[in-house]
C-alpha cells in the first residue's frame, strides 16, 4: 500500500518432486502456498498479502531482434502484431510466434488491431498514422497531419466503433480525430501545450455532462456521440474530454508525468504515472482518487481492463493482474529489470511485450 515500507524476502528451491514441481521454501514472515511448475503463491500473513508468481506458457524470441515497443491481438486471438526499434512492424501467429507478414524500414512506435482483426493501425515518429492490410502489410491510408516543425511523433492511438474514425495524440500537443474513408483529418479535440502520452476511449456515464458542440458535427463523424476521451498528459494532468463536444470535461493534477490511462467501466477510469502511482477516479467526481496503487518508483508503462479488475506494466520489468475475485496479485515473470512496454490480452492468455525483445504468453486458465 502507499506510504508502507517494502517488505523485503527470499525464496530457495530445495529440489524438484518426482513430477517435476520444486520444492520451495520462503525466509521468515513469508509462506509457502501452492507450488505448480508455472506458478508459486507466496503470502505475507503479518501484512494479509499474497501473490502468486506465474511463467509465461511460452516466450517469442525470434519475432524481433531489438527491444518491442508495442503489441497488440486480433479480435480473434489468431493474430498477433508488434513494432520494435529494429524499424519493422511484423504480424504473427499468436499461438506460435511464426511471422506471417513483415515490413521493415519503418520508425513505428505503436500498432494496434480494428476490431475486424483484419486491418491494423500504426503511429510513428514521424508524425503518420498508417492503415494496412494484417495480410500483406499494404498501407491502405496515410494520415498525416501532426506538427512537422518539431519532433511530433505518434505516442498513441484508439479506434472509435467499428473504424470508420480513429484517433491518435502526439507530441505536439493536440489529440486528434480522423476520417480513415477520406484520409482527412476531422479536427483538434484538445490542443493542451503538453505532449500527450496516452489516450482511452470510452463511453460516458449518462449523469456525466459532456458539454455542447460549437458547431455541428461532421456527417463523416461516425460513433462520437456519448464518447469522452482520456488524455494522460506530460505536465502531470489527466483530462477527459467529451469526443463529439471538444470540450473539457474533467481537469485531474497527479504527482507527475502521465503515462497510459484506461477505462474500467462508464465511470471507473485508470491513470499510471512515471513515478509509479496508478490513480483510480472517478469520472463523475475527480476531486480526489478513490484510490492510489503504488508497488514502486518505476514508471508505469501501459494499463489494461481485464474481467473485474486490470493488468498494470512498469518500467522495472514488473506485470501484475489484480482482480476482484482472486485472493492474491499476480504477478507475470520472467521480464527481470527490462521495462514491460505493453500488454495485450484475449480471453484467459496475456501477452507482454519488453525491452529484451522478447513477447511473453501466459495462461490463466488454471487459477
Not at 518432486?17 to 503463491?41: C, M, N, Q, R, Y
Not at 506458457?57 to 531482434?65: A, C, G, K, L, P
Not at 486491418?119 to 495480410?135: E, H, N, P, R, T
Not at 499494404?138 to 505518434?154: K, T
Request: proline share 4%; charged share 20%; net charge negative.
Amino acid at each position: 500500500p502507499l506510504g508502507k515500507p517494502t517488505l523485503y524476502g527470499s525464496v530457495t528451491r530445495r529440489g524438484l518432486s518426482s513430477d517435476g514441481v520444486p520444492d520451495i521454501v520462503a525466509s521468515e514472515g513469508f509462506v509457502v502456498g501452492e507450488v505448480t511448475k508455472k506458478s508459486i503463491l507466496i503470502s505475507c500473513p503479518h501484512e494479509n498479502v499474497s501473490t502468486k508468481f506465474l511463467a509465461p506458457y511460452t516466450s517469442f524470441s525470434r519475432i524481433h531482434q531489438k527491444s518491442i515497443t508495442c503489441l497488440d491481438i486480433s479480435s480473434g486471438g489468431g493474430l498477433g502484431v508488434s513494432t520494435s526499434t529494429d524499424g519493422t512492424m511484423k504480424i504473427w501467429q499468436a499461438a506460435n510466434g511464426e511471422i506471417r507478414v513483415r515490413a521493415s524500414g519503418l520508425n513505428v512506435l505503436g500498432c494496434l488491431f480494428f476490431p475486424s482483426g483484419l486491418v491494423v493501425l500504426s503511429g510513428g515518429m514521424d508524425a503518420q498514422l498508417k492503415i494496412c492490410s494484417a495480410w500483406e502489410i499494404r498501407c491502405f491510408v496515410c494520415l498525416y497531419e501532426h506538427s512537422l516543425w518539431f519532433p511530433a511523433g505518434i505516442l498513441d492511438t484508439a479506434i472509435v466503433d467499428r473504424g470508420r474514425n480513429v484517433l491518435s495524440c502526439s507530441r505536439d500537443g493536440t489529440a486528434r480525430l480522423w476520417d480513415c474513408g477520406k484520409s482527412a483529418c476531422l479536427g483538434i479535440i484538445a490542443d493542451c501545450g503538453s505532449p500527450i502520452n496516452g489516450i482511452a476511449l470510452g463511453t460516458a456515464d449518462n449523469s456525466l455532462n459532456l458539454g455542447t458542440p460549437e458547431k455541428p458535427p461532421s456527417e463523416r463523424e461516425v460513433g462520437t456521440e456519448g464518447k469522452i476521451l482520456l488524455l494522460a498528459r506530460e505536465d502531470k494532468k489527466l483530462q477527459g474530454v467529451g469526443l463529439q463536444s471538444r470540450q473539457p470535461v474533467f481537469l485531474f493534477v497527479g504527482s507527475d508525468a502521465f503515462n497510459c490511462c484506461t477505462f474500467l467501466s462508464s465511470t471507473y477510469i485508470l491513470a499510471g504515472t512515471q513515478d509509479g502511482n496508478i490513480y483510480q477516479l472517478d469520472v463523475r467526481n475527480t476531486n480526489a482518487p478513490i484510490q492510489v496503487i503504488h508497488r514502486s518508483g518505476a514508471p508505469v508503462l501501459s494499463l489494461l481492463p481485464y474481467r473485474d479488475g486490470f493488468i498494470a506494466s512498469q518500467g522495472d520489468g514488473t506485470c501484475f493482474v489484480v482482480q476482484q475475485d482472486l485472493g492474491y496479485v499476480l504477478d507475470l515473470t520472467e521480464a527481470d529489470c527490462d521495462p514491460v512496454y505493453k500488454v495485450a490480452s484475449w480471453e484467459k492468455e496475456i501477452y507482454t511485450c519488453c525491452r529484451d525483445g522478447i513477447v511473453r504468453r501466459y495462461q490463466l486458465s488454471d487459477l
